[in-house]
């Protein structure tokens, strides 16, 4: 089976545009999880989402959003952008919504914001 | 809330030599524990995972990892370190009632010295 894949991995954006970050979970797999991981905070948990729906929410900003369709692909936004999103976002992937479920990792995008 | 604790930022071991990686977590019950890898420029690799059952699991790449619960520890090891090992090393914890988000610690860097 591919493994999960995330579009750019790479983007530059300034300050106050808008971004979004696409991943395509394994095949099967209905949760993505998405995370930002940064030197400073390491790896925070963002949202997850799983049928359609964010069952959780981890402590970030409204700016932050996301979305999945019925193909179990996600995307995330971020609005009016700062300098201190420049992070890497990671998404995963899960079979089912459960505590303890293995999640596996995209590479990534890397996002820059100057 | 959860939390997890990974004590040593950086370690250097020879090529060769045994490694151990230390993990604290906080958590009231048996979380689900995990250790993840990441190398340069990539997305998180599983290496390993306690759910319950026997304290000693057993990964992929000759590493293990012992929970113990007296000490709320969750220590990697691998006996003999090759070079192709360094990376950065993630300790992460899920709970059975907060679907698929983890918390993961700060992450410990290794570097083998040939």
């Known amino acids: 089976k591919a493994g999960v894949t995330q579009t750019p991995r790479y983007l530059i954006k300034t300050r106050g545009q808008q971004v979004t970050l696409s991943c395509s979970p394994i095949?099967?797999?209905?949760?993505v999880s998405w995370y930002q991981q940064t030197p400073g905070q390491g790896l925070q948990f963002l949202f997850e989402y799983f049928s359609e729906t964010q069952r959780n929410k981890g402590n970030f900003p409204g700016r932050f959003s996301g979305r999945q369709f019925s193909n179990s692909r996600s995307e995330m936004n971020v609005s009016t952008l700062e300098l201190g999103d420049s992070a890497l976002y990671l998404c995963?992937?899960?079979?089912?919504?459960?505590?303890?479920?293995?999640?596996?990792f995209g590479p990534g995008t890397r996002l820059t914001v100057l | 809330a959860q939390s997890v604790t990974q004590p040593d930022i950086h370690i250097t071991v020879s090529e060769g030599a045994s490694l151990e990686l230390r993990c604290n977590y906080s958590?009231?019950?048996?979380?689900?524990l995990f250790w993840y890898v990441q190398s340069p420029g990539q997305g998180l690799q599983l290496l390993l995972k306690y759910f319950s059952g026997d304290t000693l699991v057993q990964g992929i790449k000759g590493f293990e990892a012992e929970f113990k619960r007296s000490q709320s520890s969750f220590n990697l090891r691998k006996p003999s370190v090759h070079w192709s090992d360094a990376a950065e090393y993630f300790c992460a914890v899920g709970a059975p009632n907060t679907g698929n988000q983890f918390y993961f610690g700060t992450g410990t860097s290794l570097t083998v010295i040939p």
């Open positions: 958590y009231g019950a048996t979380p689900y």
């Open positions: 095949s099967g797999h209905r949760s």
């Open positions: 995963a992937s899960s079979l089912v919504l459960a505590g303890g479920n293995t999640q596996y």
